[in-house]
């Protein structure tokens, strides 16, 4: 039979209605991605380059999402933006963290309900001396010239927290790292308090045994239980000897790297984020060494200080592992 001209026209419009059906199969597809904006930090910092890492792996392993990285202020800027939906997960520290939750501290009266999904690394606070001070506990320093944390750090505020609690009055100097580490090598002052890289002394403390035999304090029975009554916020680091620095083992106060979720996370996503980066077992170690070795979940529930998110929970529970009835929300 002779095709005719609106025959033609109609073949055409149904094999260009095809096409673009077709055509839209992949758009469709990508806009059922959820997007999600992660909150770091100094993009100079090294944890800035883990949560790149974390972004390409979650983009890797969970194809319904699709994630960024945005420079922030690190911890209060990260949950200030969760809290106006500008960032929906990003890096906190625990004692920040619990202090959010709780509206207490910076957030007294405004409570946060970002909620946390886990913890990455430890920094424990070395109270770092010289050997030759004589110096054996935290009593020992009242009277010394000792600094307590890079000048307006979240270390120094905390170390002059916990000494203040427990009775310890040195004579603080204030400084920049720089300017401590040269004045402790000079013996101008014996010591100072100094995050540490994981469990391991991180570079200035080394750079400083390397010059001089040094010790690192370590909290008393008495003390421990102190600090775990007074500051919640805080966690109890037990720290392994380190033969490589002259160093024996030692317990004393830290907080944990972490990451938080805005109140608006599902359960299903967050479940699926904890459970790729808690299986993930190179990805993070190649971007921080930190991470290398570290069983995350046992991490986080060993260091958490405030509810973890229900998809948190859910994974967690799912392995089998007892969550204590503080973390959960």
């Given at each position: ?43 100079s ?37 969760m ?40 920094a ?21 010239k ?27 100097v ?55 009554q ?18 024996g ?20 996503t ?7 980066i ?52």
């Amino acid at each position: 039979m002779k095709e005719t001209h609106s025959t033609r026209r109609r073949t055409l419009l149904k094999t260009g209605a095809a096409a673009v059906s077709l055509g839209m199969f992949p758009l469709v597809a990508s806009a059922q991605k959820k997007r999600l904006l992660i909150g770091t930090t100094s993009s100079s910092s090294s944890q800035y380059g883990y949560f790149v890492a974390v972004s390409q792996l979650l983009n890797q392993k969970v194809p319904t999402l699709d994630t960024s990285v945005t420079e922030t202020g690190a911890t209060m800027d990260n949950l200030r933006r969760m809290a106006r939906n500008q960032v929906d997960f990003g890096l906190v520290t625990t004692n920040v963290m619990y202090n959010a939750n709780a509206g207490t501290g910076a957030f007294e009266g405004k409570p946060q309900a970002a909620r946390l999904l886990w913890i990455y690394s430890i920094a424990p606070q070395n109270v770092v001396v010289r050997k030759d001070a004589g110096v054996e506990n935290l009593q020992g320093l009242n009277g010394k010239k000792f600094n307590t944390g890079l000048k307006g750090s979240a270390t120094e505020k905390t170390a002059d927290s916990v000494l203040a609690l427990l009775g310890v009055k040195p004579e603080v100097v204030r400084g920049s790292t720089g300017e401590i580490v040269d004045a402790v090598k000079d013996n101008r002052v014996i010591g100072y308090v100094k995050s540490g890289a994981g469990l391991k002394l991180d570079a200035s403390s080394q750079e400083i045994a390397a010059f001089t035999p040094i010790n690192v304090l370590s909290l008393s029975s008495a003390e421990r239980d102190k600090i775990a009554q007074a500051m919640p916020e805080l966690s109890l680091v037990d720290v392994p000897a380190d033969e490589a620095s002259g160093v024996g083992a030692y317990t004393t106060w830290g907080f944990g790297l972490g990451v938080a979720a805005a109140a608006s996370m599902n359960e299903e996503t967050a479940y699926k984020i904890v459970k790729a980066i808690c299986e993930d077992k190179t990805k993070q170690a190649a971007a921080l060494a930190d991470v290398a070795g570290a069983d995350i979940a046992a991490m986080t529930l060993k260091y958490a200080s405030s509810p973890l998110h229900p998809g948190a929970v859910r994974y967690f529970k799912e392995l089998g592992l007892d969550v204590p009835a503080k973390l959960i929300g």
